[in-house]
Each structure stands twice: as C-alpha cells, then as structure tokens.
C-alpha cells in the first residue's frame, strides 16, 4: 500500500478571511475589531490564536482557536479554491515559516 502525502500553504491573510467567514458562518462573536494578526505557536498540533487591535497595539484581545476550528477553515478555503480533497484522508495542521500548513495524509490502494 501506498501513501500520498500533501501540504497545502495558507498565507495568514488567507487565514484571516477564512476564520472571520468560519465564525460568521457559525454565529461566533468576534470583537468589533480589525484583525492584528495571527499567532502560530508550535510546530507540530500548533495553538492557533486570532489577535484583534485594541487602542493599545501591545494589548490585543487574544481568540484562541481549535484544531477542529482551523482545519474546518482551511477544509472549507479548500472547496472555494476548488482544491480536491481525499474525503477520507488524514488531515492536519502544521507551522510552516509564517504560515500555516494543512498536512493530508492518504492510503492509496490497487484497484
């Protein structure tokens, strides 16, 4: 048996367009705010955190996201791009530099 391995790159602006629709979309409150920017820390399973300006720049209101919120995101950016994906593949997030990469793992068989 085979494996297919992918990574698909999300730029934080991206990423910033896709969690602002993925909270609208499931009726979650978000400041009446600009997004400042987004934290990525860790490597490996890293804790996503959304960051929104505040009238002190050093003090933005931190939105800490889940890996279930981030990958249903970057799943759904996806389906806008028109980017296939394996349905039933394994699907995770890693940091990549500055941004953030969906890792899709995939069994291939003979038919």
């Given at each position: ?44 399973s ?27 995101s ?31 793992s ?6």
């Amino acid at each position: 048996m085979l494996i297919e391995v992918r990574k698909i790159l999300f730029p934080l602006e991206v990423l910033k367009q896709s969690f602002l629709n993925e909270c609208k979309v499931n009726g979650i409150e978000v400041p009446n705010s600009q997004v400042q920017n987004i934290k990525i820390n860790g490597e490996k399973s890293p804790k996503v955190i959304m960051q929104f300006m505040t009238a002190n720049p050093d003090a933005p209101i931190d939105m800490p996201l889940s890996e279930n919120f981030v990958l249903t995101s970057m799943i759904l950016t996806c389906r806008d791009y028109l980017i296939p994906l394996p349905r039933l593949a394994e699907k995770t997030i890693q940091a990549h530099n500055d941004q953030l990469a969906m890792v899709i793992s995939h069994k291939v068989t003979r038919k």
